[in-house]
């Protein structure tokens, strides 16, 4: 169970990309004129999840540490704005710049990740949280740490964490529902 107090100051749930919100597989291929393709799986659950955070003020990041198409595509079909990518995997800057933007502070950032690019930006947030697919060094510094793997419905889990421990899911969950029942106005 996530801490009340820390879960009601997130604004912003940053989220990394490779072995979060995906199962770290990347399929590299070529496609017919030879031009190199890049896909990733992402989990359908993990989306509905990031779809019932509307309306709770808090807004949805990506930071990742690889250049992708693929992440690209998938940020605009969840209407995530905030997509940060960095082939350096310079994350905290990154983060940062987006604070800055949004008038936020760090104590304000849930962050998700797996791997050690993450270990820097884990170390500022307010809620460090790592995946159970995660590296022991990220899982030591974490608050919180899934039972669900990345790419399997990590980021699903976070969400009803944090919103549980706000005592806010089952709001969230009616008005999702109360938007797709077709009989509001
Ligand atoms: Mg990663």
């Not at 930071?63 to 960095?86: F, K, W």
């Not at 502070?105 to 690019?117: K, P, Q, R």
């Amino acid at each position: 169970m996530l801490d009340p107090r820390v879960a009601r100051r997130v604004r912003l749930l940053a989220l990394d990309v490779d072995g979060v919100l995906t199962d770290n597989g990347v399929y590299i291929g070529a496609a017919g004129g030879g031009e190199r393709v890049e896909l990733k799986r992402f989990d359908i659950q993990d989306g509905l999840g990031l779809a019932l955070l509307d309306g709770t003020g808090i807004r949805v990041a990506i930071i990742s540490g690889r250049r992708s198409e693929a992440t690209a595509l998938r940020a605009r079909e969840l209407r995530i704005d905030d997509v940060l990518q960095d082939s350096g995997a310079r994350k905290v800057p990154l983060l940062a710049s987006l604070l800055d933007k949004h008038g936020l502070g760090w104590d304000e950032v849930a962050f998700v990740g797996d791997d050690l690019a993450d270990v820097p930006v884990m170390q500022r947030v307010g809620l460090p949280i790592a995946v159970a697919n995660a590296v022991p060094e990220m899982k030591a510094i974490a608050a919180y740490v899934t039972e669900a793997s990345g790419g399997r419905g990590a980021v699903r889990e976070v969400v009803t964490a944090v919103l549980r421990a706000r005592d806010e899911y089952d709001a969230a969950v009616a008005r999702y529902l109360a938007a797709r029942d077709g009989h509001d106005s």
